[in-house]
């Protein structure tokens, strides 16, 4: 699986829009990129997942590069409880197989 | 619908003796991941069972091990305990043939070695 690059920690002020970034610079055809969240103590949350299109749902949006190899999550309107750990992970489409989490982006969202 | 439920939701231990944590998929998912997260640390994939048998492990020692029954719901088994086992148990299920729209996780079970 491609590996991710992402910053350790990121602050962002209630109300504002939260801009994860995300590098997959190995990143091959087949594979999708997508988000989670942990927040503290909680199993992970799927956020969202996209190929190649930018993707939005209830969440958040997806934005990926023409090349593919970087991503960034949009939280349009941070509340508090947006505060979790973000990960962007990279998996192959079309076969079933294990997501391999990094260390992800403390988001700390601020009042 | 139901989520992923787990259980127990803690569980303390002591060095040597045997855990068994549990899990209940999503209704109609047929796959099962285990993951452990020392605290602190981040997830570390442990097994994955489909249809009933293992389809991938994890860097993990053989006392890690598990089962999935017909029902599709599943067990974790560490034997020999050791107080570096003492961590978060993550399980989630997913629907192979629609595997592209990701994991969902439960709660955890928090293991505590004494």
């Known amino acids: 699986d491609a590996k991710t690059t992402q910053p350790t920690s990121m602050d962002c002020a209630e109300g504002r829009a939260a801009n994860l970034p995300c590098n997959h610079s190995t990143i091959s055809g087949n594979e999708y990129v997508y988000w989670y969240r942990q927040i503290h103590s909680q199993g992970p949350q799927y956020i969202i997942h996209g190929l190649k299109n930018n993707e939005t749902n209830e969440m958040a949006s997806l934005i990926i590069t023409e090349d593919r190899k970087s991503s960034t999550l949009i939280l349009p309107h941070a509340t508090l409880r947006d505060t979790a750990v973000y990960y962007c992970?990279?998996?192959?489409?079309?076969?079933?197989?294990?997501?391999?989490f990094g260390t992800g982006t403390r988001l700390q969202v601020t009042l | 619908e139901a989520g992923v439920t787990q259980s127990p939701t803690h569980l303390i231990k002591t060095r040597g003796q045997q855990a068994t944590l549990r899990c209940s998929p999503i209704s109609g998912h047929t796959s099962v991941y285990w993951y452990q997260q020392a605290l602190g640390l981040g997830l570390q994939f442990l097994l994955w069972?489909?249809?009933?048998?293992?389809?991938n492990r994890g860097n993990f020692p053989p006392r890690f091990s598990g089962r999935q029954f017909p029902n599709y719901s599943s067990e974790l088994n560490v034997n020999a305990l050791e107080l570096e086992d003492s961590a978060l148990y993550l399980c989630a299920s997913s629907l192979l043939s629609r595997d592209n729209y990701g994991y969902t996780f439960g709660s955890g079970t928090r293991l505590t070695v004494v």
């Open positions: 069972y489909d249809e009933g048998e293992e389809r």
């Open positions: 992970i990279v998996r192959p489409t079309g076969t079933a197989s294990k997501l391999t």
